[in-house]
């Protein structure tokens, strides 16, 4: 069974960094794409960014372009999330899942890490 467990979440003040780290297990071909979404307090989850498993081809959501980068190491079974000049409104946890298809929407991603906390305050 495929396994996702975040890393990386924390404090941080704005206009900081943090990676956060997904590490998979049990991963099959099944499954194309690792994405990355979060839920902020009071909101519903949004999509931040995805990436394919194995070949090319990225998406990020418009709220994160050009702050948030995301990365794989297939050696490691792990993905990366690198996020730069971090936003009060970046507050969220962040969840790591793996779906079927590259895609914004959170219905094709079947299985689901638990989440990794961010805080952007001074």
């Known amino acids: 069974q495929l396994q996702l467990v975040e890393s990386g979440g924390g404090l941080v003040q704005p206009g900081g960094s943090l990676r956060l780290s997904c590490a998979a297990s049990g991963f099959t071909l099944d499954y194309t794409a690792i994405g990355w979404f979060r839920r902020a307090p009071g909101k519903e989850r949004d999509f931040v960014a995805a990436i394919h498993w194995r070949g090319t081809g990225t998406h990020y959501g418009d709220s994160v372009k050009g702050r948030f980068t995301i990365s794989r190491d297939n050696a490691e079974n792990t993905v990366y999330l690198q996020m730069d000049s971090l936003r009060p409104e970046d507050t969220a946890v962040y969840f790591c899942?793996?779906?079927?298809?590259?895609?914004?929407?959170?219905?094709?991603?079947?299985?689901w890490g638990q989440g990794t906390q961010v805080t952007v305050s001074s």
């Open positions: 899942a793996a779906g079927r298809i590259l895609t914004s929407s959170h219905a094709p991603y079947d299985y």
